[in-house]
């Protein structure tokens, strides 16, 4: 796009208004993460009461996220047909009802359809928030946006495992699901007003003819938003397409920290789980402004080379290997819980801010009327890679093994895997920017 609409949003309203409806953002995907990660503090007390294996936590875990990669291409093309507010509020309502629901489960099958109700109520809201936050801010700030967006991840997924390994230790893992799923019934009531755009593109989009007169714009055919649309962009999308693969690669990697985090503290430095979910806990606080810094970072490294933001991605999943490696030969031999502390969250603010990094990645080279459709594939990458096989195959060699070298042994596969598909992405990125710079200026009407 032409340099001046990099610093214009696309769907104009007052800064303060912007931040007042992100903070809404925010606080959903906080309890988001509370939500979905409530199963973690809880594990070791549910694994007691229904005597799973780890490979079977791990299947329980994966629950959510098979859910997800069922729905949420669905579910996006409704938002993207019908509404994407309407469709977010009404999302979630549903997880917040799935994960009281999992405190009610008499069993080892309840309890995984319960985990499919809450993964089925998640489905549509990444790709619809990340969307709207996109249109109400400008290109350059995208990466900022985006990085605070994220840190709702390390802070829901940490400060949430506090609570939750509280609660469950006080009052039990059941009441502790019942408690947590009440926040969110009350922000999907507030979501239900917030500002969406129009998806037929009455808006206005223009280019500027190569002639002697360039600062007269010519009009240009609208841009199609139908479905097939969509999908024909995306088939011709190669960096976008490998942008999603990427994103899911980071998640297989980030697995061992947001699902086994709690179990690998309780076995490797003899914690409880009320112990090990509070020390967690005030990593993720630490943790959650990593995301921010790689954001920012981005930003600065995309003024001087469009593909900045993926060198960003490199630096954090290259900091992140290298802390889990440090934190796995502390915890074998000197248990140092400060050296514990510090590279434990900073492998888990750098996973989280590489994520965030090549999601904004995904969002710069895509028109805003295909946000949402095309964004759903990133739940679909994250949740069947990174989710469902994440923790399986974390599980299956942990019982070969050990937790411990479980843990490394994830990490290192999705760290390779990382790198090559960036350094792919890199190749393809200039085709698809193009493509789109072609396209001119978008300026949205509000729904």
């Keep these: 796009m032409a340099k001046s609409a990099e610093n214009t949003a696309e769907l104009k309203m007052p800064l303060w208004k912007a931040n007042c409806w992100f903070a809404v953002l925010w606080f959903m995907m906080f309890f988001d993460l509370v939500d979905r ?50 469709v977010l509020a009404i999302m979630v309502a549903l997880w917040s009802i799935a994960t009281y629901a999992s405190g009610l489960a008499k069993g080892y099958g309840s309890l995984f359809a319960a985990r499919l109700g809450i993964g089925a109520g998640e489905a549509g809201y990444l790709p619809t928030a990340e969307a709207l936050l996109t249109a109400w801010y400008p290109k350059d700030k995208r990466g900022l946006v985006l990085g605070i967006f994220n840190s709702a991840v390390s802070a829901g997924a940490t400060l949430g495992l506090m609570l939750a390994g509280w609660l469950a230790y006080t009052y039990g893992w059941r009441a502790c699901f019942g408690i947590v799923a009440v926040p969110g019934l009350i922000l999907a009531i507030i979501g239900w007003f917030m500002p969406d755009f129009k998806n037929d ?39 976008v397409l490998t942008s999603v693969i990427i994103s899911g690669l980071i998640g297989f990697a980030g697995t061992i920290m947001s699902i086994w985090g709690v179990t690998l503290f309780t076995r490797t430095f003899g914690m409880n789980v009320k112990q090990a979910s509070t020390f967690i806990g005030f990593i993720g606080m630490f943790a959650m402004f990593i995301p921010i810094i790689i954001g920012l970072l981005s930003d600065k490294l995309i003024k001087d080379n469009p593909k900045g933001r993926l060198n960003g991605t490199i630096i954090g999943i290259c900091v992140f290997i290298a802390c889990i490696f440090a934190f796995t030969q502390n915890s074998l031999n000197a248990k140092n819980l400060v050296i514990a502390f510090i590279t434990w969250g900073l492998a888990k603010g750098c996973i989280n801010g590489s994520q965030s990094v090549v999601n904004t990645v995904t969002q710069d080279l895509l028109p805003p009327h295909y946000r949402t459709f095309a964004s759903s594939l990133i739940p679909v990458s994250n949740q069947g890679i990174g989710g469902v096989l994440g923790p399986i195959i974390c599980g299956v060699f942990s019982d070969m093994y050990n937790i411990s070298t479980a843990v490394v042994i994830v990490a290192t596969i999705g760290f390779l895997a990382v790198v090559i598909a960036t350094l792919l992405c890199k190749k393809f990125y200039d085709k698809d920017d193009e493509k789109l710079q072609k396209m001119g200026t978008f300026d949205l009407e509000r729904a």
């Design 37 to 86: 990660y409530t199963l973690a503090a809880c594990l070791p007390y549910i694994k007691q009461a229904f005597k799973l294996t780890d490979t079977q936590s791990g299947i329980i875990a994966s629950a959510f996220s098979i859910a997800i990669v069922a729905l949420v291409i669905p579910v996006s093309l409704i938002a993207h047909k019908w509404s994407r507010r309407k």
């Design 201 to 239: 593109v009455k808006a206005k989009v223009t280019e500027i003819e190569q002639t002697n007169e360039p600062s007269k714009p010519a009009s240009k055919p609208a841009l199609k938003t139908g479905i097939k649309d969509v999908a024909l962009y995306l088939i011709k999308s190669p960096a």
